[in-house]
């Protein structure tokens, strides 16, 4: 595994890749490198020659008092897990390299990076949202892999995709789950072991509303299933910031005519903030 520090170094790589005919995949990540990481190289490894991987802890889509400074570094670790997942380049960039002091472009997506997760990180998915168009335009992949875990940021950059007509195929990955169902993430380092136990209850409160949605025939108001799950996760000493059912198309409220539907949630459980959702069709 080739490991590029440089965008002007990773571009003449890759541009002698491409000359030869290579496919090329790519995953960007922050690192701390978690089995659904893996996840994402190992479906890249599938669909193309050459897998390129980037790490790069991205300062714009933390908010005042977020953990950027915190967020777990690992990179030696994270080098390894790469090697054996078969990833071909790791790209490594400087904060100074991927943002020039005098930047003025940021990319919003309207609307949907407002919602939910948006409404309580103000500036978060402008973040996303900017370091992915650049991280597309550096490396200008063929498809790139994002997990389904970040619902709200998936559903943010096929937006962006569709209307910057970016040409990269974007390929969603299913959600990777510790045996208990809590979904894999790097927050999840925060919990204690009392709290990593508990915070499983998370996805059984989703799986719960899943089927309440199901069975109740659009009988039941999504507004009290809602309220039924918020206090199942008060009572187990979540705070929620949302838990909202959602149908898939534009993550707006979902009404009993919505066959597509995604229940989005997020919740503080300790100093650790969670998220997870749950997708299926009606
Ligand atoms: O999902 C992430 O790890 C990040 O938001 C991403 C897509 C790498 C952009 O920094």
Known sequence: ??????????????GNRRRAGERIAFVPTMGNLHAG?????????????????????????FGPGEDFE??????????????AAGADLLFLPEIRDMYDPGAKTVVSVKGLSDLHCGAFR????????????????????DSA??????????AIIRTMVRDLNIPVALVP????REPSGLAMSSRNGYLTEPEKVNAAKLYRALCEAKETVLLSGGREAYADIERQAQSFLAEAGFKTDYFSICRSSDLAAATPEDREIVILA?????????????????
Not at 70 to 80: I, N, V
Not at 173 to 176: D, I
Not at 266 to 282: E, H, P, Q, W, Y
Request: charged share 25%; proline share 4%; with cysteine.
């Open 70 to 83: 915190t967020y777990p570094r690992t990179e030696a670790e994270d080098r390894e897990k790469l090697l």
């Open 37 to 61: 990481h893996i996840r994402l190289v190992e479906t890249a490894r599938r669909q193309a020659e050459c897998v390129v991987v980037s790490i790069f802890v991205n300062p714009t889509q």
């Open 145 to 154: 892999f994002f997990g389904l875990k970040d619902y709200q940021q998936f």
């Open 173 to 176: 990955v299913e959600t990777v």
């Open 266 to 282: 997020a919740v503080r459980l300790g100093k650790t903030r969670l998220i997870d959702n749950i997708a299926f069709s009606k």
């Open 122 to 141: 103000p500036g978060h998915f402008d973040g996303v949202a900017t370091v992915v168009a650049k991280l597309f335009n550096i490396v200008q992949p």
């Open 1 to 14: 595994m080739q490991i590029v520090k440089t965008i002007a170094e990773l571009r003449a790589i890759l």
